[in-house]
């Protein structure tokens, strides 16, 4: 296994979400600065590229180029076109609470997840006793222009997801369930054949990439850890960080740096008025592929 130890390229985020690399730079979403936001790949030049009040969680572009971005707390998916905000999609009657991550193919079809039940309440009244329980929730396909088409139910916290460089494959990170999820993606965008792609014993999944050996880097969202893995489950690279990762992203110009989300808690009682989410990178071996 190959290991490596990051290096902090920004502080001062609240809490980091949905890292992508688009045209040279990486973009994020950043919950309690409400704002979607783009950075140089050393970390400098960071600007503010989208306003959302609402907590911007996963980002994607439709094949014209309008950014898509997850409005977690009303549970819609919003369509920036230029400087012009719309409605993509409401997806409030397919989500038991927060809207979350999600992932855009390149024919425009998005795979929006949701947390199902409240997380922070949940553990703060009943500790992680409380998540043996906890329900579980839908996964949302939603068209090219906006309609959902099909959910997915019974996921256990859909969370950071990927589409195979073919575009035939989905696999998304049920963090409950600490396992990889993949689908068949069919031409009209809908899913089938669900299996497990990764089962572990206690890895909470959570942002996630792949690379061009078919293998997937993922955050550990229970540790200071990032984790490459292959099919199956075998865990091949960790990266270390200073504080719990939450996401992370290859980019860079060789497509090799390991850009990495971080934050003391995801807790919003605990980091919602706080500024101490970071950016960490490492540099590894294989190139990004597929999306996002």
């Not at 950075?39 to 950014?67: C, F, K, M, T, Y």
């Not at 990764?198 to 959570?206: K, N, P, S």
């Not at 893995?229 to 270390?240: H, L």
């Not at 807790?267 to 490492?282: L, Q």
């Amino acid at each position: 296994m190959n290991s490596y130890t990051s290096n902090v390229i920004r502080e001062g985020l609240s809490f980091g979400e949905g890292p992508r690399w688009h045209e040279g730079r990486l973009w994020f979403a950043d919950f309690y600065r409400h704002g979607v936001f783009s950075i140089a790949g050393d970390g400098s030049d960071e600007r503010l590229e989208h306003s959302v009040p609402s907590q911007p969680s996963g980002l994607g572009w439709l094949p014209d180029g309008d950014l898509l971005c997850v409005s977690a707390t009303d549970q819609r998916v919003l369509r920036f076109s230029g400087s012009a905000e719309s409605t993509f999609a409401d997806i409030s009657s397919y989500c038991s609470f927060w809207a979350n991550d999600m992932v855009v193919s390149a024919a425009g079809y998005s795979y929006v997840g949701n947390f199902g039940f409240d997380l922070d309440t949940l553990l703060m009244e009943h500790g992680v006793e409380g998540l043996v329980t906890a329900p579980s929730t839908n996964l949302v396909v939603l068209d090219p222009g906006g309609k959902a088409i099909q959910t997915i139910p019974d996921m256990d916290f859909p969370n950071g997801s990927v589409i195979t460089p073919d575009g035939k494959t989905l696999i998304v990170g049920e963090t409950m369930a600490f396992r990889l999820t993949a689908f068949n993606i069919g031409g009209d965008g809908t899913l089938s054949n669900r299996r497990v792609w990764a089962q572990f014993e206690f890895v909470a999944t959570d942002g996630m990439c792949l690379d061009a050996d078919g293998q997937i880097w993922l955050a550990n969202a229970i540790s200071n850890t990032c984790l490459r893995v292959k099919e199956g489950g075998e865990i091949t690279g960790e990266v270390t960080t200073t504080q719990t990762a939450f996401a992370c992203m290859l980019g860079g110009g060789a497509g090799t740096t390991l850009y990495i989300m971080t934050a003391p808690s995801s807790d919003r009682f605990k980091i919602a008025d706080v500024t101490d989410g970071r950016i960490e990178v490492a540099e590894v071996t294989t190139p990004g592929a597929g999306l996002p």
